[in-house]
């Protein structure tokens, strides 16, 4: 697995990239040219890392399978990426964040793992992937067992009661970002309205148009990164 970083100091921020998309691309798209000031500043680190979407969720293969494969992937985000980041010298804080499906990415491993995160910051994102919107299609096909539920964070945050998890969730600075013309605009408005319920503090920036594309998330990330 090939990841770009980055920066020399300042919080550290996992950058998932968006559906079967490579580490490289935010730099190609000027995503990280935007943020460029922050970096050199020494207030941002950035860690560009790979996915493996075109071998878990958009993969031909049966909804068990791909929900397996997208596990094995965060396995390795959490047991090589986050060591090589907390590990670095002047490690501070640390980000997850991430545009369209990179934005679930860093939602559901934030909610999943709080204990290692300090903000979340999701754009343009879908925290159901079960669900369908539009040109984006049910990525299990109807299918839904334990193991996907407990990965998809607009089905489990409403009945989520343990109150250890619960309150490490409230510590994270949670920025949800979506333009209100977004296929998944009532989606972000179901998860706001679920952490609502829980008493979980979070902002819900909604942008004119469908706001879903490279140029407007080079400004989301001057906003709110």
């Known amino acids: 697995m090939e990841l770009l970083v980055f920066g020399h100091a300042g919080a550290s921020v996992l950058f ?3 559906r079967t998309a490579r580490f490289y691309d935010y730099e190609n798209w000027k995503i990280v040219g935007a943020i460029q000031d922050k970096i050199e500043q020494g207030l941002l680190q950035l860690f560009c890392v790979d ?3 075109a071998e878990s969720f958009y ?3 049966p909804p068990a399978k791909k929900i397996a494969r997208h596990l094995q992937y965060e396995h390795y985000i959490l047991q090589e990426v986050l060591p090589l980041i907390m590990f670095r010298s002047k490690f501070s804080s640390l980000v997850a964040a991430g545009c369209s499906l990179g934005g679930y990415h860093a939602v559901n491993i934030a909610f999943k793992y709080p ?3 300090n ?7 879908r925290y159901d992937l079960t669900l369908s919107a539009q040109t984006f299609p049910d990525l299990f096909n109807g299918y839904v067992d334990e193991t996907i539920y407990y990965n998809m964070p607009s089905m489990y945050i409403p009945n989520l009661t343990d109150p250890e998890l619960l309150d490490k969730i409230r510590k994270l600075s949670i920025s949800l970002v979506v333009g209100k013309e977004d296929p998944f605009y009532d989606n ?5 309205a679920a952490l609502t319920s829980k008493n979980i503090k979070h902002e819900l920036y909604i942008w004119d148009d469908e706001a879903h594309r490279p140029h407007h998330w080079r400004k989301m990330v001057r906003l709110y990164l």
Do not use: E, Y
């Not at 903000?119 to 994102?125: G, N």
């Not at 972000?188 to 706001?192: E, G, R, T």
């Open 59 to 61: 993969a031909h293969i």
């Open 188 to 192: 972000n408005k179901h998860l706001s």
């Open 115 to 117: 204990q290692f995160f």
């Open 16 to 18: 998932f990239p968006t």
């Open 51 to 53: 996915s493996v979407d």
């Open 119 to 125: 903000k979340v910051l999701a754009m343009s994102a």
